[in-house]
Structure formats: structure tokens, C-alpha cells
């Protein structure tokens, strides 16, 4: 909406902002063809101040005497050349602009959190919100690593089939890749959400000497447990010793490609991320496809390129984070005390992962399942199927968390910093209605737009695919159908439950993933007494369940979310400590004492060297 931008008398004056309904306004700060003096210094005011410029001309500026009619349509022409070469010249980097250009552009700037440091020997001003840089980044550290998986999965079995690598062999080479995947992603879901919330604390405080080394306590907690698990399968899986050490690597490889996602999400350098991403795959299919040239083409072979590439991935993120954080911290294991102190995480990350991946085994033991080789399963028509329908919801996990970190975030945290002695009652009230009214336009569009990406995905993408040769069937066209629309569910649903995490009420959100994961499996289950057709319909029922569920408690938690905060807290706060807390203080007190002593050995040993030299 433009109107206009100094108010005078009875005109409706406006900001370059977004008001409470959504409507962004863009008021016009000059307009007519008179050159006069007041446009004038308006038009140098606001290059000085916002660095923008706009020009409303009306048709009764050439028809009404009053505002230039009489001096003619040459005369108002030429001043408005005059003014725009001014224009141009006085405010060369400014971008010239439509309608929607210009709201997007308010959009932006009304959306920027300013974070001003002021010290003696200086002025630090950090900028967050920005919607491109949170779109982007967001998708590089939401979408990236599971991309890199598809990539992988049909990369590597594309540079096999080329050739020549026999049909069973891409089979067992797509089980361990996709082994690997759910492996890393299950045990990583155990300490995910833990340490998210760990880490969070800890910047929240600034501690940020102490995130480092809380990222090698949850590898060196992590790695030993995976790879013990997981060698215990791959010894009973009738594979190759050099196979068991590729999937070993590969397995460590995910394992701390995933755990360090959730640190990676303070780091703002997008480029070294992205460069890490492009590097992990040139190297990885570019090198597979030139030894194919000259050595015969293996399993092994190409499980040495997976675990390059995820090798490489795994370097540039751990240079990226030594690169951010200081690398001071001595508290390795702290973190395990948060898994007593936010039970419910380790519930909604264990159960959430079961509900999303469940299915997928299952479907391996049913009748379109196959024995592919020792204790290695596959359902292809059914796994390929379900590949492409998840990425359809990497489109509404990416919009969701930049929307809340640029739109809902701003209304949440002022919310509840009026809590904290600040507002009046009035302004309170004010900012819940404020919040809740972003909050539900944001789940409506976020909806709307997966709505969208799956109603493109069952048309186009059904299109799309049928011509690529993947052996789509009738059998496989139903599988992908099913499981779109369950996937789209699932992201709407999973958004609400994240939504509640905001809130913090863990209990409501670690419910609904038990809700979804137990319908998705048992329903999984029964569904392998049935026909073949029917495998999908239980995950997409299990999805519906979780969102009906997350819908009903974020419903009735916002209806009566004063008492939520102020009076369904404790009042007295209790440390909760158990096993986690003891163990995580043993370790700890253990790696101190070996630290202090290595520490204690150096500096010996530098005052020997210094007394030798001085002799």
C-alpha cells in the first residue's frame, strides 16, 4: 500500500514497515511535477536517511491548475527528468525497482535485528534476519547433508551402471549406503536435540570457549558407541573385511557430519559451507567416474569415493567451527547432564526418527522386499519411491526455519522480554496478539506452499520421473503418491511440533512424535498381511495422527498462554541428575586431570629448555 510519507492534515501518513495484518507499505515520499523546494529537501532527507526514493505522480497533477496543470505537461516532464538525473547521481549503488521489488525490499529491512556492541576501542553492529542470507543458509544446513545422501545414492549407482557394475552389485551397494545413512541418523537422534538445546544454552551465556569442546565430548560419547553396534552387524553381514572398514569409516563419517549440523547452525560463513558441499561431491563422483577409467569398477571402489566425499564434507565443517568458536574450553561432557535435565528431547529426537525411517525397514521384510545378499535387505520399488517423495519436504523445512528466524522470532522474543519487567499489562496483551497473528500466518503459508510443492511433485514430478530410467511402474507411481501427500503431513505437522519445542513444552511435543512413530510402525507392520498396494498408507496415517495431535495441543496451548508461562512453571527449579549427569562429571573430572597433567608436563619442559639455555 502506498499512501503518504510526512502526514499532512487529514492524509494517512505511513513507514517504510509491515503492519500486524500483513499489508507492507511503501509510502510515496515525493509526487507531482513542481519543482519546489519542500520536494526538495524531502527527497535529500530520505536519501540521507533510508537511502530510497519514490515519485507518485497522479493523473490530476496534469488536469488540476492547483498542482501544475497550468505549467504544462513539457514543464512537468522536465522536472521530472531533472529530478531523476539528480537522482541517479547523488545515489548511485540505489536499486531501481517495481512494486513488488520495492515491498520486498521493505520486507527485508523491517525484518532486520540489530545487535550494536559498544566497547572503548570501538563500535561492533551485527545484523541478523536478513531473508536471502537466512533462506540460503538455511537450506545449505537443513537440505545439505541429506541432499548429499540422494546424490550419493544415484550418483554413485549411475557411475556404477555405466560401467557396467552388475545389477546385484548396485543393489548391495545402495543397501549400504542407505545402512549407513539410517544407522548415523538414528544414533545421532539419541544426543541431537540435547545438544541443540546444549549449545543454545551455552551461546545463550556466552560461553562460546566451551562449544568445541562440548562437540568432541558428544564425538568421543558417539563414535565408540555407532561403530561398536554397527561393526557387530557389519561382522554378522557376510561382508568383506575391506567392506567392514569402509562402512566403519563411512558410518564415523556421518556420525560426526550430523552431530556437527547442530553447531553449525552459529556459523555464518555460507560460502565455506557451500564449498564444502560442491567439494564433497565434485571429488567424490569426479574421482569415482576417472578411476573407472582405469581401474574395473567394485563395490569397494566406489565405497572409497562415498567415504572421500563425506571425508571432505566432514574436514571443511570441523575447520569451519575451529575457524568460528575459540578452542579454549575444557568441559568435554557437561552436555550429558542436559539428557537428565530435558528428558523429553531425547524422546522427541529417538521417536521422531523412528517414526520417519520405520516404515522403510519394514518395507524390506514385506512382499516387495528382497534378500539382496547376508544380512542386507532392499524394497527398490518402494525405497526409490520414498526418496523422491521426502525431498519434498525440504522446500518446507527450509521456509519454516527461516521464517521463524526472521518473522516469528522478532514477535516471540518480544513477547516474552515484556515478562521480564518491562511492560505493562496492555503492552503484553498487545505484543500475544501481535505474535499469535504472525505465528498463524506463518503455519498458513508454510501449509499453503508444501500444499503447493506436493500438488507440483504428483503432476510434474510423476512426469519427470517416469521418463528418467528408474524403472517407474504402476506399483512404484502408487508408492510415490501415497507417500508425497504423507511426507507433506508429516513437514506441517513436524513444524507445529517444533513450534511447541519454541514454547517449551517438551512433554506436548515428545507425545506427538510417540503418537507418530507408534501408528507409522505397528501400522507398517499390519500392512505386511496386506496387499502390496497398500504399503505407504500407514506412514501418511501415522503423519495425520502427529498433525491432528500437534494442531489440538498448540491450539490449546496458546489459548491460555499466560498461565503456561507464569504459573504451569515450578517454583522451585530442581536439578535433575542421574546416570547421565554422573557419568558426563566422571569423564569430565578423568580428561582434567589428564589436560592439567600434559599441561603441567609442557610447561616442565619449557622451564628445562629456558634453565638449559640460559647455562
Known amino acids: 500500500m502506498a499512501s503518504t510519507y510526512l502526514p499532512d492534515g487529514d492524509t494517512y501518513g505511513q513507514e517504510f514497515d509491515v503492519d ?65 538525473k539528480w537522482l541517479n547521481e547523488s545515489a548511485p549503488p540505489m536499486r531501481h525497482l ?57 550418483g554413485i549407482g549411475g557411475i556404477g551402471n555405466h560401467f557396467g557394475l552388475e545389477q546385484h552389485s548396485r543393489e548391495l551397494l545402495t543397501s549400504m549406503i542407505s545402512y549407513n545413512l539410517l544407522t548415523s541418523l538414528i544414533v545421532t537422534g539419541f544426543f541431537s536435540m540435547v545438544v541443540t538445546r546444549y549449545v543454545s544454552d551455552l551461546l545463550y551465556q556466552d560461553k562460546e570457549e566451551e562449544v568445541i569442546g562440548s562437540l568432541s565430548g558428544s564425538l568421543f560419547v558417539i563414535l ?56 564433497s561431491i565434485s571429488v567424490s563422483l569426479g574421482g569415482a567416474y576417472i578411476a573407472c577409467l582405469f581401474i574395473e ?42 539428557i ?39 524394497a527398490p520399488q518402494h525405497d526409490i519411491a520414498a526418496l523422491f517423495a521426502f525431498m519434498t519436504i525440504l522446500i518446507t523445512n527450509i521456509n519454516f526455519v527461516a521464517s521463524v528466524e526472521v518473522h516469528f522470532y522478532p514477535k516471540y522474543r518480544k513477547y516474552y522480554d515484556l515478562f521480564n519487567g518491562k511492560g505493562s499489562i496492555g503492552e503484553i496483551q498487545v505484543a500475544e496478539k501481535e505474535m499469535k497473528e504472525v505465528l498463524l500466518h506463518e503455519l498458513v503459508y508454510t501449509a499453503r506452499r508444501q500444499f503447493y510443492t506436493t500438488a507440483i511433485m504428483l503432476s510434474v514430478g510423476m512426469t519427470l520421473l517416469n521418463k528418467l530410467p528408474l524403472g517407474f511402474d504402476d506399483l512404484m507411481d502408487g508408492y510415490f503418491r501415497v507417500l508425497c ?7 506441517i505437522g513436524n ?23 507408534v501408528v507409522s510402525t505397528v501400522g507398517s507392520i499390519y500392512s505386511i498381511g496386506l496387499n502390496v498396494r497398500f504399503y505407504g498408507f500407514a506412514f501418511a496415517f501415522g503423519a495425520l495422527a502427529y498433525l491432528i495431535f500437534c494442531t489440538i495441543r498448540l491450539y490449546d496451548f496458546l489459548g491460555n498462554i499466560p498461565y503456561h508461562i507464569l504459573a504451569s512453571q515450578p517454583m522451585v527449579r530442581r536439578e535433575r541428575r542421574s546416570v547421565f549427569t554422573y557419568f558426563g562429571e566422571e569423564l569430565n573430572r578423568f580428561f582434567l586431570d589428564k589436560y592439567r597433567k600434559v599441561r603441567l608436563d609442557l610447561n616442565e619442559k619449557m622451564d628445562n629448555k629456558m634453565k638449559d639455555k640460559n647455562m
Not at 501427500?485 to 513437514?491: E, K, R, T
Request: aromatic fraction near 14%; glycine fraction near 12%.
Open 340 to 378: 537428565d535435565e530435558y528428558r523429553p528431547l531425547v524422546i522427541i529426537g529417538v521417536f521422531s526418527s523412528i517414526g520417519l525411517y520405520s516404515h522403510l525397514v519394514i518395507a524390506w521384510f514385506s512382499g516387495v522386499g528382497k534378500h539382496i545378499y547376508g544380512l542386507y535387505y532392499g
Open 224 to 279: 565408540p558407541i555407532g561403530c561398536l553396534l554397527y561393526g557387530i552387524f557389519l561382522m554378522m553381514s557376510g561382508s568383506s573385511l575391506i567392506q567392514i572398514l569402509l562402512n566403519l569409516s563411512m558410518l564415523a563419517e556421518l556420525l560426526c557430519v550430523w552431530m556437527m549440523m547442530n553447531y553449525l547452525t552459529a556459523i555464518k560463513n555460507y560460502k565455506g559451507i557451500l564449498i564444502g558441499y560442491v567439494a
Open 297 to 338: 569398477v567394485s563395490i569397494n571402489l566406489l565405497l572409497v569415493f562415498v567415504c572421500i566425499g563425506y571425508g571432505i564434507m566432514m574436514c571443511v565443517d570441523m575447520v569451519l567451527l575451529y575457524q568460528y568458536f575459540p578452542a579454549k574450553g575444557s568441559d568435554f561432557f557437561s552436555f550429558l547432564h542436559w
Open 98 to 154: 517495481t512494486g513488488s521489488g520495492i515491498a520486498g525490499a521493505v520486507q527485508r529491512y523491517t525484518n532486520l535485528i540489530l545487535d550494536v556492541d559498544q566497547r572503548d576501542d570501538g563500535i561492533t553492529i551485527e545484523v541478523d534476519g536478513l531473508i536471502d542470507s537466512a533462506y540460503g543458509y538455511t537450506g545449505m544446513i537443513t537440505a545439505g547433508p541429506m541432499l548429499l545422501g540422494i546424490f550419493y545414492l544415484m
Open 495 to 517: 513444524v507445529i511440533m517444533l513450534i511447541l519445542m519454541y514454547f517449551t513444552d517438551y512433554e506436548g511435543a515428545g507425545i506427538s512424535t510417540v503418537i507418530f512413530a
Open 20 to 84: 500486524p495484518s500483513g499489508m507492507i507499505n511503501t509510502p510515496r515520499i515525493v509526487s507531482g511535477g513542481v519543482k519546489e523546494d519542500y520536494m526538495r529537501f524531502t527527497a535529500f532527507s530520505e536519501l540521507n536517511f533510508h537511502l530510497a526514493a519514490s515519485h507518485f505522480m497522479h493523473p490530476d497533477d496534469l488536469l488540476d491548475e492547483d498542482r501544475g496543470a497550468a505549467l504544462g505537461w513539457e514543464s512537468a516532464k522536465d522536472t521530472i527528468d531533472e529530478y531523476m
Open 485 to 491: 501427500v504423507g511426507y507433506g503431513i508429516y513437514a
